[in-house]
Protein backbone atom coordinates (compact mmCIF):
# COMPACT_ATOMS: atom_id res chain seq x y z
CA UNK A 1 0.00 0.00 0.00
CA UNK A 2 1.12 3.38 -0.61
CA UNK A 3 1.24 6.10 1.94
CA UNK A 4 3.11 9.43 2.35
CA UNK A 5 4.68 10.42 5.12
CA UNK A 6 4.33 9.14 8.85
CA UNK A 7 1.86 6.29 9.18
CA UNK A 8 -0.16 8.05 12.09
CA UNK A 9 -3.10 5.71 13.67
CA UNK A 10 -4.80 5.65 16.82
CA UNK A 11 -3.34 2.18 18.80
CA UNK A 12 -6.67 0.62 18.81
CA UNK A 13 -6.11 0.15 14.88
CA UNK A 14 -3.00 -1.57 15.03
CA UNK A 15 -4.70 -4.65 13.07
CA UNK A 16 -6.39 -2.28 10.75
CA UNK A 17 -5.85 -1.49 7.13
CA UNK A 18 -4.82 2.39 7.02
CA UNK A 19 -6.17 4.13 4.15
CA UNK A 20 -4.89 7.47 3.06
CA UNK A 21 -7.85 9.57 1.79
CA UNK A 22 -6.25 13.24 3.07
CA UNK A 23 -3.05 14.08 3.75
CA UNK A 24 -1.77 16.05 6.50
CA UNK A 25 -4.23 17.73 9.15
CA UNK A 26 -6.89 20.91 8.00
CA UNK A 27 -6.05 22.74 10.99
CA UNK A 28 -2.09 22.21 11.36
CA UNK A 29 -1.46 24.74 13.94
CA UNK A 30 -1.57 23.13 17.13
CA UNK A 31 1.58 24.08 19.04
CA UNK A 32 2.17 20.94 20.35
CA UNK A 33 1.87 19.15 17.21
CA UNK A 34 5.03 17.53 15.06
CA UNK A 35 2.68 15.02 13.01
CA UNK A 36 2.34 16.75 10.09
CA UNK A 37 4.41 19.57 9.96
CA UNK A 38 6.14 17.49 6.78
CA UNK A 39 2.91 17.93 4.74
CA UNK A 40 0.61 20.62 3.88
CA UNK A 41 -3.34 19.37 3.89
CA UNK A 42 -4.60 18.24 0.92
CA UNK A 43 -7.46 15.71 -0.53
CA UNK A 44 -5.83 12.86 -1.99
CA UNK A 45 -7.28 12.27 -5.39
CA UNK A 46 -9.91 9.72 -5.43
CA UNK A 47 -8.69 7.67 -8.55
CA UNK A 48 -5.43 6.76 -6.07
CA UNK A 49 -7.85 6.40 -3.30
CA UNK A 50 -9.91 3.48 -5.11
CA UNK A 51 -6.87 2.01 -6.69
CA UNK A 52 -5.59 1.66 -3.44
CA UNK A 53 -8.89 -0.42 -2.07
CA UNK A 54 -8.43 -2.63 -5.21
CA UNK A 55 -4.85 -3.41 -4.42
CA UNK A 56 -5.58 -4.37 -0.40
CA UNK A 57 -8.64 -6.26 -1.81
CA UNK A 58 -6.17 -8.71 -3.48
CA UNK A 59 -3.52 -8.31 -0.04
CA UNK A 60 -5.55 -8.38 2.55
CA UNK A 61 -8.96 -9.92 1.29
CA UNK A 62 -10.23 -11.06 5.11
CA UNK A 63 -9.70 -7.66 6.57
CA UNK A 64 -12.19 -6.39 8.93
CA UNK A 65 -11.38 -3.47 10.10
CA UNK A 66 -9.64 0.11 8.35
CA UNK A 67 -8.84 3.31 9.22
CA UNK A 68 -9.04 6.96 6.87
CA UNK A 69 -6.13 8.30 7.46
CA UNK A 70 -4.96 11.73 7.60
CA UNK A 71 -4.99 13.72 10.61
CA UNK A 72 -8.94 15.01 10.30
CA UNK A 73 -10.37 13.26 7.47
CA UNK A 74 -13.60 13.00 8.69
CA UNK A 75 -13.25 17.10 6.87
CA UNK A 76 -14.43 15.72 3.58
CA UNK A 77 -17.61 15.83 2.27
CA UNK A 78 -20.24 12.66 2.53
CA UNK A 79 -20.16 13.31 -1.37
CA UNK A 80 -16.54 12.17 -1.15
CA UNK A 81 -16.31 9.76 1.91
CA UNK A 82 -18.97 7.87 0.74
CA UNK A 83 -17.90 6.01 -2.54
CA UNK A 84 -14.77 5.32 -0.72
CA UNK A 85 -16.92 3.88 2.54
CA UNK A 86 -19.50 1.75 -0.78
CA UNK A 87 -15.63 0.58 -2.28
CA UNK A 88 -14.28 -0.71 1.15
CA UNK A 89 -17.80 -2.71 1.63
CA UNK A 90 -17.19 -4.38 -1.36
CA UNK A 91 -13.85 -4.88 -1.35
CA UNK A 92 -13.83 -6.59 2.10
CA UNK A 93 -16.90 -8.98 2.63
CA UNK A 94 -15.93 -9.33 6.18
CA UNK A 95 -16.19 -5.84 6.96
CA UNK A 96 -16.80 -4.71 10.32
CA UNK A 97 -16.11 -1.23 11.20
CA UNK A 98 -14.44 1.93 9.83
CA UNK A 99 -12.59 4.42 11.88
CA UNK A 100 -11.24 8.11 11.11
CA UNK A 101 -10.06 11.00 12.84
CA UNK A 102 -12.01 13.85 13.14
CA UNK A 103 -12.73 17.48 15.23
CA UNK A 104 -15.43 18.80 16.71
CA UNK A 105 -16.04 21.67 13.74
CA UNK A 106 -15.72 18.24 11.10
CA UNK A 107 -18.71 16.68 13.75
CA UNK A 108 -21.04 19.80 13.66
CA UNK A 109 -20.97 20.84 10.19
CA UNK A 110 -22.34 17.32 9.14
CA UNK A 111 -26.45 17.13 9.62
CA UNK A 112 -27.75 14.21 11.53
CA UNK A 113 -28.75 12.31 8.51
CA UNK A 114 -25.13 12.86 7.01
CA UNK A 115 -23.71 11.17 10.48
CA UNK A 116 -26.20 8.21 9.92
CA UNK A 117 -25.33 7.98 6.09
CA UNK A 118 -21.79 7.44 7.32
CA UNK A 119 -22.85 5.02 10.15
CA UNK A 120 -24.81 2.89 7.79
CA UNK A 121 -21.91 2.42 5.66
CA UNK A 122 -19.91 1.24 8.58
CA UNK A 123 -17.85 4.20 9.21
CA UNK A 124 -18.70 3.57 12.87
CA UNK A 125 -15.68 5.14 15.40
CA UNK A 126 -14.58 8.79 15.48
CA UNK A 127 -11.20 9.61 17.40
CA UNK A 128 -11.48 13.32 18.41
CA UNK A 129 -8.32 14.64 19.94
CA UNK A 130 -9.90 16.74 22.95
CA UNK A 131 -6.49 18.01 24.29
CA UNK A 132 -7.95 19.89 27.25
CA UNK A 133 -11.18 20.81 28.62
CA UNK A 134 -10.13 24.36 29.75
CA UNK A 135 -10.75 27.15 26.82
CA UNK A 136 -7.65 28.88 28.11
CA UNK A 137 -5.47 25.97 27.69
CA UNK A 138 -7.10 25.41 24.11
CA UNK A 139 -6.63 28.95 23.00
CA UNK A 140 -3.13 28.74 24.03
CA UNK A 141 -2.36 25.70 22.23
CA UNK A 142 -3.73 27.23 19.19
CA UNK A 143 -6.38 24.59 18.77
CA UNK A 144 -9.18 26.62 16.92
CA UNK A 145 -12.27 24.88 18.89
CA UNK A 146 -14.05 25.65 22.28
CA UNK A 147 -14.92 22.98 24.81
CA UNK A 148 -18.55 23.66 24.38
CA UNK A 149 -18.14 22.84 20.88
CA UNK A 150 -16.24 19.78 21.74
CA UNK A 151 -19.09 18.81 24.12
CA UNK A 152 -21.59 19.26 21.55
CA UNK A 153 -19.59 17.32 18.51
CA UNK A 154 -18.90 14.09 20.82
CA UNK A 155 -22.93 14.27 21.69
CA UNK A 156 -23.93 15.12 17.99
CA UNK A 157 -22.24 12.24 16.48
CA UNK A 158 -23.01 9.74 20.01
CA UNK A 159 -27.12 10.59 19.47
CA UNK A 160 -26.57 9.66 15.62
CA UNK A 161 -25.16 6.37 16.87
CA UNK A 162 -21.42 6.98 15.94
CA UNK A 163 -18.69 5.95 19.04
CA UNK A 164 -16.49 8.65 19.89
CA UNK A 165 -12.95 7.82 21.27
CA UNK A 166 -11.78 11.27 23.14
CA UNK A 167 -7.96 11.93 23.74
CA UNK A 168 -6.62 14.19 26.34
CA UNK A 169 -3.50 15.29 26.99
CA UNK A 170 -1.34 15.89 30.37
CA UNK A 171 1.02 18.67 31.29
CA UNK A 172 -0.96 20.74 28.16
CA UNK A 173 -1.71 23.36 30.89
CA UNK A 174 2.12 23.46 31.85
CA UNK A 175 2.77 24.05 35.72
CA UNK A 176 0.90 27.15 35.32
CA UNK A 177 -2.59 25.69 34.40
CA UNK A 178 -2.54 22.30 35.41
CA UNK A 179 -5.15 22.31 37.92
CA UNK A 180 -7.68 24.18 35.75
CA UNK A 181 -6.42 22.10 32.98
CA UNK A 182 -7.24 18.69 34.64
CA UNK A 183 -10.17 19.95 36.94
CA UNK A 184 -11.80 21.19 33.24
CA UNK A 185 -11.05 18.28 31.34
CA UNK A 186 -12.35 16.14 33.94
CA UNK A 187 -15.93 18.02 34.04
CA UNK A 188 -15.79 18.02 30.18
CA UNK A 189 -15.54 14.14 30.05
CA UNK A 190 -18.36 14.01 32.35
CA UNK A 191 -20.60 16.32 29.63
CA UNK A 192 -19.75 14.36 26.92
CA UNK A 193 -20.25 11.15 28.29
CA UNK A 194 -17.49 9.09 25.47
CA UNK A 195 -17.54 5.39 25.28
CA UNK A 196 -13.56 5.85 25.49
CA UNK A 197 -11.49 8.29 26.87
CA UNK A 198 -7.65 7.88 26.89
CA UNK A 199 -4.82 10.37 28.29
CA UNK A 200 -1.57 10.91 26.55
CA UNK A 201 1.57 12.87 28.31
CA UNK A 202 2.55 15.89 26.72
CA UNK A 203 5.69 15.23 24.74
CA UNK A 204 8.23 18.23 23.25
CA UNK A 205 9.53 17.68 20.12
CA UNK A 206 11.80 19.89 18.27
CA UNK A 207 10.40 21.91 15.71
CA UNK A 208 7.05 22.78 17.16
CA UNK A 209 5.92 25.97 18.68
CA UNK A 210 5.46 24.16 21.84
CA UNK A 211 9.84 23.58 21.51
CA UNK A 212 10.45 27.20 21.29
CA UNK A 213 8.10 28.35 24.35
CA UNK A 214 10.20 25.80 26.20
CA UNK A 215 13.38 26.47 25.26
CA UNK A 216 12.54 30.42 26.47
CA UNK A 217 11.00 29.39 29.39
CA UNK A 218 8.09 30.16 28.62
CA UNK A 219 5.80 27.08 29.26
CA UNK A 220 7.31 25.06 31.80
CA UNK A 221 6.59 21.03 31.67
CA UNK A 222 5.24 19.38 34.59
CA UNK A 223 7.29 16.76 36.38
CA UNK A 224 6.44 13.04 35.98
CA UNK A 225 4.77 12.82 39.56
CA UNK A 226 2.76 16.28 38.57
CA UNK A 227 1.95 14.22 35.70
CA UNK A 228 0.45 11.96 37.95
CA UNK A 229 -1.25 13.84 39.67
CA UNK A 230 -2.78 15.82 37.05
CA UNK A 231 -4.40 12.06 36.22
CA UNK A 232 -6.02 11.61 39.80
CA UNK A 233 -7.33 15.45 39.19
CA UNK A 234 -9.21 14.55 35.84
CA UNK A 235 -10.25 11.25 37.30
CA UNK A 236 -11.72 13.04 40.38
CA UNK A 237 -13.65 14.94 38.31
CA UNK A 238 -15.37 12.93 35.57
CA UNK A 239 -18.81 13.22 36.71
CA UNK A 240 -21.88 11.65 34.61
CA UNK A 241 -20.48 9.11 32.56
CA UNK A 242 -22.62 5.82 32.29
CA UNK A 243 -19.70 2.99 30.62
CA UNK A 244 -16.53 5.04 29.42
CA UNK A 245 -13.50 2.85 28.72
CA UNK A 246 -10.84 4.74 30.47
CA UNK A 247 -6.62 3.73 29.30
CA UNK A 248 -3.41 5.67 29.77
CA UNK A 249 -1.80 3.10 28.20
CA UNK A 250 0.11 4.85 25.16
CA UNK A 251 3.54 4.77 25.17
CA UNK A 252 3.80 8.55 26.59
CA UNK A 253 2.89 7.77 29.62
CA UNK A 254 4.23 7.35 32.57
CA UNK A 255 1.75 5.31 34.49
CA UNK A 256 -0.02 2.65 32.66
CA UNK A 257 -3.84 2.36 33.58
CA UNK A 258 -7.03 0.40 32.80
CA UNK A 259 -10.62 0.39 33.91
CA UNK A 260 -14.11 1.66 32.96
CA UNK A 261 -15.94 4.42 34.64
CA UNK A 262 -17.41 5.14 36.76
CA UNK A 263 -17.74 1.66 38.25
CA UNK A 264 -13.32 1.58 38.33
CA UNK A 265 -12.93 5.02 39.64
CA UNK A 266 -11.88 4.43 42.92
CA UNK A 267 -10.03 1.35 42.32
CA UNK A 268 -7.83 4.23 39.53
CA UNK A 269 -7.61 6.54 42.15
CA UNK A 270 -6.50 4.06 44.44
CA UNK A 271 -3.43 2.35 42.21
CA UNK A 272 -2.60 6.27 41.80
CA UNK A 273 -2.03 7.25 45.53
CA UNK A 274 -0.13 4.19 45.77
CA UNK A 275 2.14 5.21 42.77
CA UNK A 276 2.28 8.78 43.99
CA UNK A 277 2.94 7.30 47.33
CA UNK A 278 6.20 5.73 46.04
CA UNK A 279 7.79 7.64 43.61
CA UNK A 280 9.10 8.17 40.35
CA UNK A 281 10.83 4.73 40.59
CA UNK A 282 7.92 3.15 39.48
CA UNK A 283 7.31 5.23 36.62
CA UNK A 284 8.06 4.28 32.91
CA UNK A 285 11.47 5.68 32.14
CA UNK A 286 12.15 8.54 29.75
CA UNK A 287 13.68 6.46 27.09
CA UNK A 288 10.74 4.00 27.16
CA UNK A 289 8.46 7.01 26.39
CA UNK A 290 7.39 7.74 23.03
CA UNK A 291 4.99 9.57 20.60
Known amino acids: MRYYGNVVRPPSEAGSYILQITYGCSHNDCIFCCTYLDKPFEVRPAAEVMEDIRMAAEDMPDARRVFLADGNALVLSNKRLIPILDALAQAFPHLERVGIYGNAHD ?24 ESGNDEVLRRAKKGVTAQEMIDGVRKAQAAGLTVSVIAILGLGGVEMWREHAVDTGRVVGAMDPAYFSLLTLMVVSGTELHR ?12 LEM ?8 E ?3 GVSNCVFRTN ?4 Y ?10 KERLLATIDRAL ?7 RPEYMRGL
Open 107 to 130: ILRKSDAELKELLERKLSIIYLGM
Open 213 to 224: LVSAGEFVVPEP
Open 228 to 235: LREVRVTI
Open 237 to 239: HIE
Open 250 to 253: HASN
Open 255 to 264: LPLAGTLPED
Open 277 to 283: AEGESIL
